[in-house]
């Protein structure tokens, strides 16, 4: 199951240190970075289930037509 | 010496009006392994091809386990292994680095290797060479189906020959003409798909190379930068090279000798010569027809499906519809219910379903849609070359394995408990067995008919066949005139213990399964094997 309770230990340094990861990369490469990042942390996590609800929660979100979410939070 | 393509003789008609109960439509590789099929069973037919050679050009190369398996048992299987360029090992690159390598079979104790590498012609010559040797296959070379009328006790063609044409009333029509199958169109099937908005050169040349038989796959190298290559070899020392060009080339100009040269020699550096054998420029399409038996019209074969080259899975998987449909047809042909050939469809369609699937998704690996596509590719390709973690992510072909029938009408779903092993549906894994002292394998003695394995240890007996069955006894300890298991990879493979039995098809899948037994229950499997139930 998803979890979508704030859990990021010290999100300002962990958004920071995204961003300075960014820097200095152009578009093409900073698309890289993010899939990269995204890759990384999905084998972390590796089940299918929540790894579906992610993607499905993040296509949820965007500006992207928008999905029904079966789990979505409140 | 490299390959002669035939030219077989044709003949004219020889009737203004001609019935035959068995006609296939299309003498390509899977129009000739279907005929062979019938062949080896007793079923004659006619097969009318509307040309008078075998398929010329690139086409398939790689030939799966599965497939060598299927000739193995109509008896070419001696002829890929010699001619074939036996291959187990793939290599990825990216950019200028190798990424990774990986083994398709790590396991011993089969008797086919995980691929052979063969061109297409070969194939197709040596099957219509047995066709012709088995006096049951009456081979009408430039005889053209020019029309199709469909009717429920058969179909009634218009054949086109250099030398007049003629009527043909077909008991049983088998479409195998092909991906620009003119009976599909006629009826007006729809093939429903993707088509891949991208282009490929596809390059056989003739070279003296030291690279090894493997496949290596690039993509973004720096002799090609942007898009991807394949090589492969092939005997007589032709390679196959693949160029990805993008949707934006123009075919005509890339066909050009001199251009292709350039690419290939930017490839290969200065010190290899080569010369080109054929080239051709692709666009590649994954679709199918919805259902495939239209009553006594069935399709088979790119006729019925038609994947992009990723996974070597079309021709492989166009083997299987006739190794599927071979033995139902016969069956039926000597009495056994029609609704039998229902199956095929129940059969085949998911399995096309699944080529389908996982050749769209190397395409998609292969030639991403958006930026962002291509950004999550390269991020995986980056991520393989240092994290074993990424490699499965990376997708330059999923590779032909054979369809495990999981759904199948004819199966009988397991009563007891099994701790893995081979499920109903899946097709018999080989295994090495000593025979009278002498190496011998397993699959070799399943043969074409309903067969039942029993297995059988010390002091527990192979379970016995109800009547009509024949039986093969693997046992775990030296018998005379049994197979013995002297490895035990039969008894770990098929999960297994003495007293076990397994009722197999004669497309040697897997019908069922039984703990110990009784003749009767083993009857009731088989008369559904059989479509009875
Ligand atoms: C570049 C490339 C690489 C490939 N690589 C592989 C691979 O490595 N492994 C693999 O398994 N597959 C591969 N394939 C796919 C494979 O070649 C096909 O799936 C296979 O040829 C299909 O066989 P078929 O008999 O269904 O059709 P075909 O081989 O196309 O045969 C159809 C036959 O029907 C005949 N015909 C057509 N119309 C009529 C008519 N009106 N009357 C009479 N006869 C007619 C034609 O003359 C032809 O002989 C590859 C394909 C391509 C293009």
Redesign the interface.
């Given at each position: 199951m998803l979890r979508t309770e704030p859990r990021i230990e010290d999100p300002d340094g962990f958004y920071q240190a995204v961003m300075d990861a960014h820097r200095g990369l152009d578009e093409?490469a900073a698309?890289?970075?993010?899939?990269?990042l995204?890759?990384?942390l999905a084998?972390h996590i590796g089940d299918a289930a929540v790894l579906r609800q992610a993607v499905a929660l993040a296509a949820a979100t965007g500006e992207a037509p928008a999905a029904p979410l079966p789990s979505a939070p409140a | 010496m490299g390959f002669q393509p035939p030219r077989y003789p044709w003949h004219p008609p020889v009737a203004a009006r001609e019935a035959a109960q068995v006609v296939i439509a299309g003498g390509g590789l899977v129009g000739l392994t279907l005929a062979l099929d019938l062949a080896r069973q007793g079923i004659a037919s006619v097969l009318l091809d509307e040309d008078d050679t075998v398929s010329t050009g690139s086409r398939a190369i790689c030939w799966a386990k599965r497939t060598l398996e299927i000739y193995g048992r109509l008896g070419l299987g001696a002829r890929f292994l010699e001619k074939g360029v036996t291959w187990n090992r793939g290599r990825v690159f990216h950019g200028e680095r190798e990424a990774y390598a990986f083994d398709l079979l790590p396991e011993q104790g089969h008797e086919y290797p995980a691929f052979v590498n063969l061109q297409q012609y070969y194939a197709e010559a040596w099957l219509a060479e047995e066709c012709a040797a088995s006096g049951l296959v009456d081979l009408r070379w430039r005889h053209r189906v020019a029309a199709v009328e469909h009717r429920p006790d058969g179909a009634l063609l218009r054949v086109e020959t250099p030398g007049g044409e003629y009527q043909l009333e077909a008991e049983w029509l088998l479409a195998c003409d092909g991906a620009r199958s003119p009976i599909r169109e006629g009826m007006g099937l729809p093939f429903l798909g993707q088509v891949f908005r991208d282009r490929f050169l596809i390059a056989d040349v003739r070279m003296h190379a030291p690279f090894p038989a493997e496949r290596w796959f690039w993509f973004d190298p720096p002799f090609h930068p942007g898009q991807s290559v394949l090589l492969h070899k092939q005997p007589d020392d032709i390679w196959r090279i693949d160029f990805q060009l993008g949707w934006e080339a123009d075919p005509e100009a890339e066909r050009d000798p001199a251009r292709v040269r350039a690419r290939v020699a930017a490839m290969l550096g200065p010190k290899v010569s080569f010369e080109l054998e054929w080239v051709s420029v692709y666009s590649f399409r994954c679709r199918r027809i919805e259902r495939f038996r239209h009553g006594r019209t069935i399709f088979l074969g790119d006729a019925a499906h038609q994947v992009s080259p990723f996974g070597a899975r079309g021709g492989n998987g166009g083997v299987q519809d006739a190794d599927n449909l071979a033995w139902k047809l016969a069956a039926v042909l000597r009495g056994a219910t029609p609704a039998l050939l229902d199956s095929y469809d129940r059969e085949r369609v998911p399995a096309a379903e699944e080529n389908i699937l996982n050749s769209t998704r190397s395409t998609d690996f292969i030639t991403p849609k958006t930026?962002?596509c291509?950004?999550?590719r390269?991020?995986?390709l980056?991520?393989s070359a240092a994290h074993g973690?990424?490699r499965p992510?990376v997708n330059s072909g999923r590779l032909s394995r054979p369809a495990v029938l999981a759904d199948s009408p004819l199966s009988t779903p397991d009563a007891e408990a099994w701790g893995g092993g081979l499920p109903p549906g899946a097709p018999a894994v080989d295994a090495p067995m000593l025979r009278a002292g002498q190496p011998d394998w397993l699959l070799r003695h399943l043969g074409r008919e309903p067969v039942l394995l029993a297995f059988a240890g010390p002091g527990v007996p192979a379970a016995e066949a109800p009547a009509g069955l024949r039986r093969v006894v693997v046992a775990a300890d030296e018998r005379v005139g049994t197979l013995w298991d002297h490895s035990g990879l039969a008894a770990a493979r098929w999960g297994a213990r003495p007293g076990d039995a397994v009722l197999l098809r004669p497309d040697q899948h897997v019908a069922a399964r039984f703990h110990a037994p009784s003749p009767a229950a083993i009857a009731a499997a088989r008369a559904r094997m059989m479509g009875e139930a």
């Open positions: 093409a698309r890289r970075f993010d899939a990269r995204a890759l990384i084998n | 930026a962002a291509h950004a999550w390269d991020a995986v980056e991520l973690f990424a992510l």
